[in-house]
């Protein structure tokens, strides 16, 4: 987790794999939660990109 820590750290956003290693959960689990629009997210053609800061208040929201 360490390494994906340091590569996203200076990111604007996170893409679907990337949220799967953070939070140690699967890709589908992942897209219901951008259905759920608990964050901020951009669909790119067929890619989604998820506001770091967005996602960074939620998960701390999440573990307070």
Do not use: A, H
Request: proline share 2%; aromatic share 12%.
């Amino acid at each position: 987790m360490d390494e994906i820590t340091n590569n996203t750290s200076e990111k604007r956003c996170y893409t679907v794999k990337e949220l799967q290693e953070i939070l140690g959960i699967s890709r589908p689990t992942v897209y219901e939660l951008l259905k759920m629009k608990v964050f901020n997210w951009v669909k790119i053609g067929t890619t989604y990109r998820i506001s770091k800061n967005s996602f960074d208040k939620w998960f701390d929201e999440q573990v307070s």
